[in-house]
């Protein structure tokens, strides 16, 4: 017998998450109750993933439920703030048990890992798509911001940019030749990179330990350079952004040394951080472990949002109009 709506609610999503004291009625009712901390902003944040457009055909069900909530807990993490509880709107084409244990696998593991409760959401039939909404707290007045930079303010970035798009590129063109990647790298290389867009890791840590260092903060989703504009955008600002500085994996650059570049660039779906640290803040910051400068606000009064700054063989600097603006569902 084929499994209904409830009976597939119940069967692989209840009780899925974290258990909460906060949760005061979860799933099975038209809404839930919750019960949010005193003091603290509520922080809600809300990504939807659809097959083909954020990830390929026929990808694995487990790292489909993890990057559903994974993209939403890294928007918390540039907020500063702190998940608790997730909402999940799930449209399929049809019921496939397998497929659906090992999403709820992966969305459940993620969950449990960062204190999120599931405490609703909807079934549907359809293409497939995921809707996930994450709610969380941060202490009041303490929230990270896109738009608090200002001229003199240090970039830092968390991790390192471009491993996710080398990784979908690996994904998509099964022996790298299509995306002009090393085929004949070491294994571990190639596996590190696909695990890097399959299971991206959010930076919740991260977030609430620059709460009251960094001055703004977003999450690379959309490519370094693109999404650096944004928050220069947002802080009134111009960047530059120090292409030497960049950290570089040992497995980009053993899968496509040349390429490498354009990928931590413009390559999409890292979630990582990347934020403007205040000059009293700098040494603070740049002691953290995983943070790399990687360059400055300066006035917004430069012809360029986002500038490239290179130094050449002779020690001279150069700086150039970076290209890149992101990825864009709806740009031509």
């Keep these: 017998m084929a499994l209904g709506e409830f009976e597939l609610i119940d ?17 099975g009712d038209d809404g839930a109750l919750l019960r949010p901390p005193s003091g603290a902003d509520l922080v809600a944040v809300s990504d939807t993933l659809v097959e083909g457009v954020h990830f390929p055909a ?30 999940l709107s799930l449209t399929l084409p049809r019921v496939e048990e397998a497929w659906l244990a090992g999403f709820a696998r ?49 970039l830092f970035v968390t991790g390192t ?31 590190a990179l696909r695990r890097r867009f399959l299971f991206p890791t959010p930076r919740i840590a991260e977030g609430e330990s620059l709460r009251g260092l960094a001055s703004a903060c977003i999450d690379i989703s959309d490519g370094l350079v693109g999404d650096l504009g944004k928050l220069a955008a947002a802080s009134a600002c111009a960047a530059v952004l120090d292409v030497d500085a960049l950290p570089r994996s040992a497995a ?38 995983g943070l790399t400068r990687i360059g400055e606000l300066r006035d917004a009064s430069t012809a360029a ?28």
């Design 11 to 27: 069967r692989f999503f209840r009780d899925r998450g974290a258990t909460r004291t906060d949760v005061v009625l979860g799933i």
């Design 58 to 87: 026929g990808s694995p069900a487990e790292s489909i439920g993890h990057r559903s909530l994974a993209v939403n807990l890294s928007d918390i993490a540039a907020m500063g703030a702190t998940p608790r509880w997730a909402l």
């Design 106 to 154: 992966g969305f459940g593991a993620l969950a449990r890992a960062h204190g999120v409760a599931l405490v609703g959401g909807d079934t549907t039939r359809g293409p497939m798509t995921i809707g996930v909404q994450v709610l969380g707290a941060v202490p009041a007045g303490d929230g990270l911001r896109r738009s608090g930079g200002r001229p003199g303010d240090a």
């Design 161 to 191: 940019p471009g491993d996710a798009a080398a990784g979908l590129a690996l994904i998509m063109a099964a022996d790298g030749s299509a995306a002009g990647l090393r085929s004949d790298a070491p294994a571990d290389a190639l596996e």
């Design 252 to 289: 980009l650059a053993a899968v496509t040394p040349e390429a490498a570049l354009r990928s931590m660039l413009d390559g999409g779906d890292d979630y990582e951080l990347l934020l403007a640290v205040p000059p009293a803040q700098v040494a603070r910051v740049a002691s953290m472990p």
């Design 305 to 332: 949002r986002v500038t490239l700054r290179r130094r050449a063989a002779d020690g001279t600097l150069s700086e150039t109009p970076a290209t890149g603006a992101g990825f864009d569902h709806f740009a031509g």
